[in-house]
């Protein structure tokens, strides 16, 4: 076995991908992202005995958030930029241990052996990737729980990282962020004491999506509903995907005047709906659809990608994009030019994607028309009186709420199919890149409350929570799960994984996992989710709504 990687929803055959990633990593990427997890570890160990001590320092909690988002799936796929980021963490630890030491303050004997290994040539760290993979857990159920929590930990690293970039930190969210790392590597930890820390992970999850979204909208204005143009320009363009707002703010300012045109791609659309955004004329529409269909629309788009985070697909070898692909803060992929962090109190240098874009031709059009967006809680908000009339008159009888991740699996048409086939008294609640698989479907409205409502992004499933709170508060309810409200969520990555940590601290029962269950819940891990929470998976699309439906007849 080359490497094993559970990851994400497409690990080969439901258990692991052993020789290379269904996400396009090879064998030496997927050690050497296991190895940097290590090294994290090491350096959360002794970050936290310098806590102890009254020691911080912000490069340590910087590192060990960049370095858990560069390992989340379709993020980083360049060796020498993760063999870089092993020799910063292992740097980092080292200069700990000497501070430590300077004090007088000894590390205890038979720590975690990340704390002491060597970073040496990239041949040798290769070597020693090969040493450190998950597996090396021999306890199923242990493994299980501490690779829950280490997921959580990459989703949430994301969203710190984009709420960081906007100046907007939480030192709760880093201390915990350290506990957690060094805990999973504690053997002494009973698989009770786990099952804590994963429902830990949820609460600073819910934490740290509600600082991302104090972060977007005090910067950036509370999304309003938008219709967002599907078609395109006569100017040529740059199509920017991924998450980060802050890029696609910078970009914006230094493309206006130039001639060239922004599309958002995938996950990038729901930067339409805020308002700081929409003085841009040359802000043109989004272009395709979700992450997976890259390859084929990326061929046609003619102008340069950017590439803010995850989801990237590598190109075929013989792609006509591959030499128009840029990337930027943790995203990476090897022969791609990357675009540096911005200075300290600047910006960043788009300059070079900007002048590419002009010598390329304007995008060629794939579709026509608009799609509705911008419903997060502050929109919802504005309109619950409606809402709650709605639901007392029984026009409205069931919200279903179909946020997460879309992907390539042809089961995935399941999301499709069921809600085409939903009652049409019934309204869909969506965040993330799953609403691909339905956004555009003509499925109307009711009384004017359309029956798709987008929140935003996969961060924005807090808006969703949210929405539901004030839902509950509005019919006097004791919780969210007596609301007509029915969760049938689909998962791909690591930020799916941490949004159903907070749905899980948060009490939120019943959840609906597809299109299949984690292969990184052993037997009984799983056992305690379903009898804890009812989380369950999905069946044929027919039995599902009659399942869904019946508890509100």
Not at 2 to 12: L, N, R, S, T, W
Not at 32 to 40: G, T
Not at 223 to 229: A, K, L, R
Not at 398 to 416: E, L, P, Q, T, W
Request: proline share 3%.
């Amino acid at each position: 076995m080359g490497m094993f990687c559970y990851q994400c929803q497409e690990a080969a055959k439901g258990i692991g991908c052993t020789i290379s990633g269904v996400c396009g990593k090879n064998e030496k990427v997927a050690n050497l992202q296991d190895l940097l997890i290590y090294s994290l570890k090491g350096l959360a160990i002794v970050a936290q005995k310098a806590s102890a001590n009254g020691i911080e320092k912000k490069e340590v909690h910087d590192s060990i958030i960049d370095g858990l988002f560069v390992t989340i799936t379709n993020a980083n796929f360049d060796e020498k930029a993760i063999i870089e980021r092993i020799r910063k963490v292992t740097i980092l630890r080292d200069e700990l241990k000497g501070t430590l030491a300077g004090k007088g303050i000894k590390l205890e004997k038979n720590l975690f052996a990340a704390v002491y290994f060597t970073a040496g040539t990239d041949a040798e760290l290769i070597e020693f990737s090969n040493k450190v993979s998950i597996l090396t857990t021999e306890n199923e159920d242990v493994r299980s729980l501490r690779e829950l929590t280490i997921y959580g930990l990459k989703g949430m690293a994301a969203y710190a990282e984009h709420a960081a970039n906007l100046g907007h930190e939480n030192t709760d969210i880093h201390k915990f962020m350290v506990k957690a790392l060094s805990a999973v590597t504690d053997d002494n930890l009973s698989v009770n004491d786990l099952v804590g820390l994963v429902l830990e992970t949820g609460k600073y999850g819910v934490d740290v999506m509600a600082l991302l979204d104090k972060a977007h909208t005090s910067t950036y204005g509370n999304p309003e509903i938008t219709q967002v143009n599907i078609g395109v320009s006569t100017n040529p363009g740059i199509l920017i995907s991924g998450h980060d707002l802050k890029d696609i703010a910078e970009l914006l300012e230094q493309t206006e005047g130039s001639g060239v045109d922004v599309y958002t791609h995938s996950e990038m659309l729901p930067a339409h709906y805020y308002p700081a955004f929409k003085k841009y004329k040359h802000f043109v529409g989004n272009y395709g659809n979700a992450w997976w269909k890259q390859k084929e629309e990326f061929e046609k788009f003619n102008g340069p990608i950017l590439f803010t985070t995850n989801c990237i697909v590598p190109p075929l070898e013989n792609a006509s994009y591959k030499d128009r692909i840029y990337t930027t803060g943790s995203a990476g992929l090897p022969g791609a030019a990357h675009i540096g962090p911005r200075p300290k109190g600047g910006k960043k240098d788009f300059s070079a994607i900007i002048e590419h874009a002009k010598k390329c031709k304007a995008p060629i059009e794939i579709e026509k028309g608009h799609i509705t967006g911008g419903f997060a809680h502050n929109q919802v908000g504005l309109v619950a009186d409606k809402v709650v009339d709605a639901i007392k008159a029984g026009t409205i009888k069931k919200f279903f709420v179909m946020a997460g991740c879309d992907g390539r699996m042809k089961s995935r048409n399941y999301y499709s199919e069921f809600a085409e086939k939903l009652p049409k008294d019934a309204v869909i609640l969506t965040a993330g890149c799953a609403k691909y698989r339905y956004n555009k479907l003509p499925l109307g409205d009711i009384g004017g409350i359309p029956r798709v409502l987008d929140a935003g992004q996969c961060n924005d499933s807090y808006s969703l929570v949210v929405t539901a709170l004030k839902l509950k508060d509005a019919f006097g309810l004791e919780s969210v799960n007596d609301l007509p409200l029915a969760y049938n969520i689909a998962w791909y990555e690591q930020k799916a994984v941490i949004v159903l940590l907070a749905l899980l601290y948060l009490g939120v029962k019943n959840i609906h996992l597809g299109p299949t269950l984690p292969a990184f819940l052993s037997r009984n891990v799983a056992k305690v989710l379903v009898e804890n929470f009812g989380i369950g998976g999905i069946s044929s699309v027919d039995e599902d709504i009659k399942k869904f439906m019946g508890d509100a007849a």
